[in-house]
T-cell receptor
Framework: DAGVIQSPRHEVTEMGQEVTLRCKPISGHDYLFWYRQTMMRGLELLIY????????DSGMPEDRFSAKMPNASFSTLKIQPSEPRDSAVYFC?????????????FGPGTRLTVL | AQSVTQPDIHITVSEGASLELRCNYS??????LFWYVQSPGQGLQLLLKYFSGDTLVQGIKGFEAEFKRSQSSFNLRKPSVHWSDAAEYFCAVGGLNDMRFGAGTRLTVKP
């Protein structure tokens, strides 16, 4: 398996532009997570899905952030409009639940810079 | 609410020396504990995990960790560090939908 795939790996955009980050989870995994990593706040869980359904989006910072999972093999995290403080590395992770507890497999991340 | 504390932001050790990275947690029930490693520009990779049973857990790359309930600790150890171990290490506690990560400890390895 290729692991969790994220695209793009790097994104530089200007304030006010829409940004879309993409994630392909590991085949067969039924949980998908979006995290944001910054120096100031560390690694934060933004939202997670189970069987393509959003379960907990309490970590999403603002209404400018939205996430979708139209099918089991694809998810997007969208920021509209983007702001400089959104600059961070965004990770996608997936997992297969066995009794509710299991290991998360992380993608390589998307480094977002908003100018 | 659960939380994780990694007291050391940055540690420097010489190659071949032993290593111990500290992790303390707060959790209302039996904790599920993890150690992840992040190399520069990479995602997080699981080193080891503890769910139950033997409190000394063996992981990949020669790492081990010991769960000590009385001390609420899950420290990561390696007897002899290699230059390739230079990375950031994250302790995490919780379950599938409530995992919390520590702030991380950056490990530098001196030649």
């Amino acid at each position: 398996d290729a692991g969790v795939i994220q695209s793009p790996r790097h994104e530089v955009t200007e304030m006010g532009q829409e940004v879309t980050l993409r994630c392909k989870p590991i085949s067969g995994h039924d949980y998908l997570f979006w995290y944001r990593q910054t120096m100031m706040r560390g690694l934060e869980l933004l939202i997670y899905f189970n069987n393509n359904v959003p379960i907990d989006d309490s970590g999403m910072p603002e209404d400018r952030f939205s996430a979708k999972m139209p099918n089991a093999s694809f998810s997007t995290l969208k920021i509209q409009p983007s702001e400089p403080r959104d600059s961070a590395v965004y990770f996608c992770a997936s997992s297969y639940s066995t009794g509710g507890i299991d290991t998360q497999y992380f993608g390589p991340g998307t480094r977002l810079t908003v100018l | 609410a659960q939380s994780v504390t990694q007291p050391d932001i940055h540690i420097t050790v010489s190659e071949g020396a032993s290593l111990e990275l500290r992790c303390n947690y707060s959790y209302g029930a039996t904790p599920y504990l993890f150690w992840y490693v992040q190399s520069p520009g990479q995602g997080l990779q699981l080193l080891l995990k503890y769910f139950s049973g033997d409190t000394l857990v063996q992981g990949i790359k020669g790492f081990e960790a010991e769960f000590k309930r009385s001390q609420s600790s899950f420290n990561l150890r390696k007897p002899s560090v290699h230059w390739s171990d230079a990375a950031e290490y994250f302790c995490a506690v919780g379950g599938l939908n409530d995992m919390r990560f520590g702030a991380g400890t950056r490990l530098t390895v001196k030649p």
